[in-house]
């Protein structure tokens, strides 16, 4: 618990916290229960017998102290996480001999429709700064007019109330069209890479083209030669090259190719550049990602990259902006090194598997100085096997966090602080069932 209590403060402010001890175990017990919102946490300690033994009846914690416990002392959290590691492996729970990594992606506690373009959130920023002028103006009218009951009429107070919040939603518009223009950055320096990339595709398709029919118009002439002097081949004569199937396809993809570099090099953005950089009003660290088929077609949220040993332990979990899986990879892979170096895990790693999804990035030889040994869905025959063990790993830790819920109740930094304290609650979860188990 060291980690918690380094998290409040000494100086006298404020009243008494409750016991780190007793929020951790209800935070757990409502996790391993589904029940990640904290106001059915908080309903929870006022009505389950369970929880009413560990509260007393003046002392239940609010809906707010629990959000604050979970968000609020990410130190503490991993710290808690590195320990129940590190008992795991004293107890022979932990073998990193064969590793596993898998992505899915989670909803954000916000509105979808508020996700929207620099341009447009410029706007928004305007208009938010001509109405806080007015009401600015408004206020110091107010202050000058000498009638104090027509002063106390117009509700002083209310208007100061209202300028308060104008300037959090002006200040959020300004960090919400920041985060889109740093977006747009990349996909504006991906325009050359473009223009290169459809440049050679063109090329390759070019040069295959020439071969594939220079190829077959050989074969059309040695058998018309041949049929001339009276000794035509077995088989039926081949086509011309312009009637060969394969060659048409061909044609066909070259001048797709061509059409691609045509639209990239006019600058129109429609060639695999996707949509304009946005970002959301409400929660800028989020971004539209594909959802899966017990979610809407397209959520707002990040991508839960999670790296599990044979255990089904959770050595890593880290939230990611990309859309895709393969830049999560090797983060992931230093994170869960750090979790087996701070639990005193010296036991080198062995073959890591994941699925096609993560080919993009090489996996290196090492992590931190730990020997690793990627195995994916594309290897040779002789990992196969081993490849199958990767679904039975992962995939059951996948539908025990989100079966029922698959939104996380934080926003921003805090969103990680609540992945840490959900794969706690799991590994919490794991250890006890192993350690306790007696035959019966």
């Not at 996790?31 to 904290?38: A, E, F, L, V």
């Not at 002006?170 to 889109?180: I, S």
């Not at 199958?388 to 930094?413: K, N, Y």
């Amino acid at each position: 618990m060291s980690g918690f209590e380094q998290d409040y403060r000494a100086d006298g402010v404020g009243g008494l916290p409750y016991d780190p001890r007793l929020m951790l175990v209800t935070v757990w017990w409502c996790y391993r229960r589904q029940w990640r919102s904290p106001q059915d946490m908080a309903r929870a300690c006022r009505e389950q017998a369970s929880l009413r033994v560990v509260w007393q009846r003046e002392q239940v914690p609010s809906a707010a102290c629990l959000r604050r416990f979970v968000q609020g002392h990410r130190r503490g959290w991993q710290t808690v996480a590195d320990s129940l590691i590190r008992v795991s492996g004293q107890a022979g729970l932990v073998d990193v001999s064969v590793t596993a990594t898998d992505s899915t992606p989670v909803i954000a506690p916000a509105a979808l429709s508020k996700t929207m373009t620099a341009p447009l959130i410029t706007t928004r920023i305007d208009a938010a700064r001509r109405e806080l002028a007015g009401l600015q103006q408004r206020r110091q009218d107010m202050l000058d007019d000498p009638d104090l009951a027509r002063f106390l009429e117009h509700g002083y107070a209310e208007m100061i109330r209202a300028e308060q919040l104008l300037l959090v939603r002006l200040r959020r518009l300004e960090q919400a069209e920041a985060e889109a223009r740093e977006r747009g950055r990349p996909a504006a320096a991906r325009h050359d890479e473009q223009i290169t990339r459809w440049q050679a595709r063109v090329d390759r398709h070019t040069a295959e083209l020439a071969e594939m029919t220079r190829r077959q118009q050989d074969k059309y002439d040695t058998y018309q030669a041949r049929a001339a002097a009276g000794q035509p081949p077995r088989g039926g004569p081949p086509c011309l090259p312009e009637q060969h199937i394969r060659i048409r396809g061909k044609q066909q993809a070259l001048a797709r190719a061509r059409s691609r570099l045509t639209q990239a090099q006019a600058g129109s953005g429609t060639a695999r550049d996707g949509p304009a950089a946005r970002a959301n009003l409400t929660d800028r660290s989020a971004r539209i990602l594909k959802g899966k088929a017990n979610t809407p077609a397209w959520i707002l949220g990040w991508l839960l990259t999670i790296t599990v040993i044979s255990g089904q332990f959770i050595i890593a979990g880290l939230l990611s902006q990309h859309g895709n899986d393969a830049h999560g990879l090797l983060p992931n892979l230093t994170a869960a090194a750090g979790t087996c170096r701070q639990a005193g895990i010296i036991e080198p790693f062995g073959h890591h598997l994941a699925d096609g999804a993560f080919l993009a990035p090489a996996v290196p030889a090492t992590i931190t100085g730990i020997p690793l040994t990627g195995v994916t869905s594309k290897d040779s025959d002789t990992d196969q096997q081993l490849y199958t063990r990767r679904s039975p790993m992962i995939e059951p830790v996948f539908a025990h966090l989100l079966r029922t819920d698959r939104r996380l109740h934080s926003r921003g930094d805090a969103a990680h602080t609540e992945v840490i304290a959900i794969t706690t609650a799991y590994n919490a979860t794991k250890y006890l069932r192993k350690t306790t188990r007696t035959k019966t």
